[in-house]
């Protein structure tokens, strides 16, 4: 039995799918009423409630720590979803006598003086690595997949031909089936994996350039793309008109700015997993494709 969190997000979403398959019975917290789902206990509550964070916990024997926030208007809000959220699962999970714990970071912790959310990330690792339980930190890099939201804005604006790109800089990207299977993989209690923090990809050597990246969604999607380098200044025009006309809903913000400027944003290939717990399965060309085809059957494109 496995209590997650975050699990009503895309990675939750499909990391709750492997779960299922791999046998795990799953306990998942949720704000809303979800669909009934085979071998899914939903657990009505949030992070800032602690019954029913026991709740979650009662009987399991890990915890998946998926949950987290990647846009705030404050310091505040990075503080309450990533530090105070990751603080009161754990607790949590000691009350109930859970040692195996396993929390998705982000490789912006990497640099927290870029921006709010890396701090918040940093902070919140730190908590989980003193928490004397059994921990894995996973640090994922940018994220795609069918059903993605933060990155549909680069596909809808490959598909007019261009590409809006920050300074340029190089990225490390992963699919979001890898790293659920990553999740799923690290969940039992390992001597390779305990108290180690993992930086994951899709296996590029030394990542993709911005415009590497950039030209990949063009192809998948049928364009070939003009790309246009922003500089800072310009991107946090565009964040802060971003949050103007999109409120909450905001991809661009000034916050985000502050890291996606940073030049290099790739993994440090030492801190991968061992290769007998996992690799990459997913060629990213081929999953920018079927990440496409899901826009497409949707609607989205």
Request: aromatic share 8%; hydrophobic share 45%.
């Amino acid at each position: 039995m496995v209590a997650v969190t975050g699990a009503t997000g895309f990675v939750g979403r499909v990391t709750l799918d492997r779960l299922v398959e791999a046998g795990w019975k799953v306990r998942a917290l949720t704000r809303r009423d979800q669909p009934k789902k085979s071998g899914v206990i939903w657990v009505p509550g949030a992070l800032d409630d602690a019954q029913s964070l026991q709740k979650l916990c009662a009987g399991a024997d890990a915890v998946l720590h998926i949950a987290g926030v990647v846009n705030a208007p404050d310091a505040a809000g990075f503080e309450a979803g990533n530090v105070t959220g990751t603080a009161s699962i754990i607790a949590a999970a000691k009350d109930c006598g859970i040692k195996r714990f396993v929390h998705v970071s982000s490789l912006a912790a990497k640099q927290p003086q870029l921006s709010l959310y890396g701090a918040s990330k940093y902070r919140a690792e730190k908590i989980v690595g003193t928490s004397m339980l059994d921990w894995t930190i996973v640090r994922p890099p940018g994220i795609f997949g069918p059903g993605d939201t933060e990155m549909f804005d680069m596909f809808r604006l490959a598909k007019k031909g261009w590409a809006l790109l920050p300074p340029r800089g190089r990225v490390s990207i992963i699919h979001v089936d890898d790293l659920a299977r990553l999740l799923v993989a690290l969940l039992p209690s390992l001597d390779d994996a305990t108290t180690q923090i993992f930086e994951v990809d899709d296996g590029f050597e030394r990542g993709w350039s911005h415009e590497a990246f950039a030209r990949a969604i063009g192809w998948a999607v049928g364009r070939r793309v003009t790309t246009l380098h922003a500089p800072r200044l310009l991107l946090k025009l565009a964040a802060y008109a971003d949050r103007f006309f999109r409120g909450n809903k905001a991809k661009l913000t000034p916050d985000r700015v502050s890291y996606l400027s940073h030049p290099d944003w790739t993994i440090d290939r030492r801190a991968i997993p061992p290769t007998a717990l996992w690799a990459p399965q997913i060629a990213t060309r081929q999953g920018l494709k079927e990440t496409v085809r899901w826009y497409k059957a949707h609607g989205w494109l």
